[in-house]
């Protein structure tokens, strides 16, 4: 099963992946590692002066909107492109933030399901300079509201409802 996690920033998407990773033998890739190493370094090393690809990523957060336009231009000919590289090699794409990549990755049939991890009871919402998906664009909100033992719960449920839905989507016609 491949699976698109996405949410605001620092809302648990790499948390959920870990728990993903630990209990049921998923594979992860965070859209921001994939970009820094493919996208972001080779354009920001110079330009900030950066060492390392974890050096670079290390400092993601303090140019959310720039990673963001960086990306989109990455993506230009191709919406797909990073979503296509990340899911070659991995089952979970975790933080995709641009809806027009989303929508391009599901068309291309690229994963199974997108999983929405929401905390918005506990942290504010990203702005679109930075994230244009959507609750509404996700096949499953997960809730993320409550502490590391409610997570594990939640995803434990949510694991279960997939299976059951995929289960069934094999015999749709």
């Not at 648990?12 to 728990?19: A, F, L, M, Q, S």
């Not at 050096?55 to 959310?64: A, G």
């Not at 999983?115 to 244009?132: H, M, N």
Request: aromatic letters at 14%.
């Amino acid at each position: 099963m491949k699976l698109m996690i996405m949410g605001y920033a620092r809302h648990g998407k790499d948390t959920v992946c870990e728990i993903l990773r630990d209990e049921y033998g998923f594979t992860f890739a965070s859209s921001s590692y994939a970009a820094a190493e493919y996208a972001i370094y080779p354009v920001l090393k110079d330009l900030l002066g950066y060492q390392t690809i974890e050096e670079c990523y290390n400092d993601r957060h303090n140019h959310r909107a720039l990673w963001f336009e960086l990306i989109k231009a990455f993506n230009h000919r191709d919406k797909a492109r990073l979503a296509g590289l990340i899911f070659e090699a991995y089952d979970i794409y975790a933080g995709i933030r641009n809806a027009e990549e989303f929508h391009a990755a599901r068309r291309a049939g690229l994963f199974d399901y997108a999983v929405w991890v929401d905390a918005s009871r506990r942290l504010p919402p990203e702005t679109t300079s930075s994230c244009t998906v959507t609750p509404g664009m996700a096949d499953y909100v997960l809730d993320n509201n409550g502490d590391l033992g409610w997570l594990q719960f939640k995803v434990e449920e949510m694991v279960g409802r997939l299976k059951a839905r995929k289960a069934l989507d094999q015999y749709e016609v």
